[in-house]
């Protein structure tokens, strides 16, 4: 395993909840959150729910990451920008490709497939078990600023400065070899 405080270095933030019916934290992904490309995998995003974020909240960020990757600086599944602070759900599947499920606002930047969308879990075959942050970070501006085709490691630079709290499920995944 690679880092184990995948938030060290950010600022200290207070934590919020999330929850969700799709996953359980430091559970496994279900075989529907897996990457299209392995057996059963359809790269469904999961339902969450969040509550109890700070009062000041005026947008919400999602990303889901994975600091297990082989590649050096982790892989990004999945980030969602720019949702406001008067939602706290969003359903399943509303990573898909045309975002329809992201409330008005809210959009999808390029995961490390360069796609705007959600992508399942896929962790090498034989490489061990993989942790996925699913992390819902609440901010103090109401839109953070970044364009569309940003990545998410410039959506995590252009938040760290506004981040009031952060609310983390940790789910894991494992491809046999």
């Not at 990451?65 to 939602?87: E, L």
């Not at 759900?89 to 809210?106: I, M, R, T, Y």
Request: hydrophobic share 40%.
């Amino acid at each position: 395993m690679t880092n184990d405080a995948p938030f060290a270095g950010l600022p200290e933030a207070p934590c919020f909840t999330v929850v969700s019916t799709t996953v359980t934290d430091g559970g496994a992904w279900p075989a529907e959150q897996h990457a299209s490309a392995l057996p059963g995998g359809k790269d469904i995003s999961p339902q969450l729910s969040w509550s109890g974020a700070p009062e000041e909240t005026r947008s919400y960020a999602v990303t889901v990451y994975d600091p297990d990757a082989p590649t050096g600086s982790g892989f990004w599944h999945w980030a969602v920008a720019d949702i406001p602070a008067t939602v706290t759900e969003l359903p399943e599947g509303a990573g898909g490709d045309s975002g329809s499920g992201l409330p008005e606002g809210a959009f999808q930047l390029p995961n490390d497939m360069r796609t705007a969308r959600f992508v399942g879990a896929a962790p090498p075959a034989g490489h061990g078990p993989h942790r996925y942050l699913i992390v819902v970070h609440a901010l103090d501006v109401a839109s953070i600023g970044v364009p569309a085709d940003a990545t998410p490691a410039v959506l995590g630079f252009t938040m760290a400065g506004h981040i009031l709290g952060r609310a983390v499920l940790t789910v894991t995944a494992e491809t046999p070899a």
